[in-house]
């Protein structure tokens, strides 16, 4: 289970007329606001939305239950462990998200919920982050 950020260029044409201004590699820029504030914020907002049962068990919302996939211009958050039946692993996370199974009849689908949540932040950073290079460029 997984999600993953990729730009829609229909709708970054603010950014688009940026990077015809900035001279040099704007993806270096963009892929350093992706690779690091991208990711935290995706997690972040996935995490706020990720249910978490009654149960006497560890939590993938109380942990660190993600790892990142970084590639250019984009990055996949999965969850950690693998399988649902491995000891520590937090691929059950699929089972809420999904609706699967007896005790989720339901999709929450909370990992695209979040990842949606998180594209707004996400592009203002990066809007700020090529403005920020703008200013340094023309002095």
Excluded: C
């Amino acid at each position: 289970m997984s999600v993953r950020f990729q730009f829609d260029y229909r709708e970054v044409n603010a950014l688009l007329e940026k990077f015809k201004r900035l001279p040099g590699n704007v993806e270096k820029t963009i892929n350093s606001v992706l690779h690091s504030f991208g990711v935290k914020e995706v997690v972040k907002h996935i995490t706020q939305d990720m249910p978490m049962s009654r149960g006497d068990k560890r939590h993938a919302k109380l942990s660190d239950w993600s790892k990142s996939e970084n590639g250019n211009l984009e990055f996949t958050i999965k969850a950690k462990g693998g399988a649902a039946n491995k000891p520590g692993s937090f691929g059950y996370l699929v089972f809420p998200n999904e609706g699967r199974g007896p005790s989720n009849p339901l999709e929450q689908r909370f990992m695209e919920s979040g990842l949606y949540k998180a594209t707004s932040p996400v592009l203002e950073e990066i809007n700020k982050e090529v403005d920020k290079r703008i200013r340094e460029e023309l002095q």
